[in-house]
């Protein structure tokens, strides 16, 4: 089992592009996750799904959208970069969601906005 | 609002030596998780050990224990004779039951440094 994937590993955008991350999972998990990674501040959420067809908003959202058209995929999009949301990008899943449940984390993109 | 406190911005240990790495939290919820993560230099996240609210017996997995003291709200990871391996960040987490609460509250999180 690769578990979760994510691509890309790395990226750098200008001001203004847009991109999507895709994150994959074979453990068929229900619950998936995105969050950002700053230096200093721990993960926070950006969205969630918690389960194929449906998103929801994290702490986080703003700048961000999600699509989770097939159960074991979860894609995050940027519409329009902006250096604030140069960070480390990580997705998880769980197969409950229950704050009991654990989530195992992707190896992370780093994206960078110049 | 849940909180997790970690006050050891960084640590130092030697080979073979054992390792405690603090954790404090906080929250009004009966049930919930706490979770601890590794984060090697290469960056992925790996789970290490986790600790539910009601379970009696501290959490065990290998060389990682989980000291869990719930009326002093704190969830201390133990490292045993500590690998040049271990050398990584490591975060604690806390996971809450209620309502829809999904996400993980994370620490800023432990650098740990293991000396040959």
């Known amino acids: 089992n690769a578990g979760v994937t994510q691509t890309p590993k790395f990226r750098v955008l200008k001001t203004g592009q847009s991109m999507t991350l895709l994150c994959a999972q074979d453990?068929?998990?229900?619950?998936m996750y995105w969050y950002r990674q700053d230096p200093g501040m721990g993960l926070r959420l950006i969205h969630y799904?918690?389960?194929?067809?449906?998103?929801a908003k994290g702490e986080v959202p703003d700048g961000y959208n999600v699509s989770r058209l097939k159960k074991q995929n979860f894609l995050l999009g940027l519409e329009s970069a902006a250096p604030s949301q140069t960070s480390v990008y990580f997705c998880?899943?769980?197969?409950?969601?229950?704050?009991?449940?654990?989530?195992?984390f992707g190896p992370g993109t780093r994206l960078t906005v110049l | 609002a849940q909180k997790i406190t970690q006050t050891q911005p960084g640590m130092f240990v030697q080979e073979k030596e054992a390792v405690t790495l603090d954790c404090t939290y906080d929250?009004?919820?009966?049930?919930?998780?706490l979770f601890w993560y590794k984060q090697p230099s290469s960056g992925e996240m790996i789970f290490l050990i986790y600790q539910g609210s009601y379970d009696q017996q501290n959490a065990t997995e290998g060389r990682y224990s989980l000291n869990f003291q719930k009326a002093r709200k704190s969830a201390n990871l133990v490292i045993s004779a500590s690998q040049l391996g271990d050398s990584a960040m490591y975060f604690c987490a806390m996971g809450n039951s209620g309502g829809s609460n999904y996400k993980l509250t994370f620490g800023k999180g432990t650098l740990l440094t293991v000396n040959p």
């Open positions: 929250t009004s919820d009966p049930s919930y998780g």
């Open positions: 453990m068929n998990h229900e619950y």
């Open positions: 799904s918690v389960g194929e067809g449906t998103t």
């Open positions: 998880a899943s769980s197969s409950g969601g229950r704050g009991t449940d654990t989530q195992y």
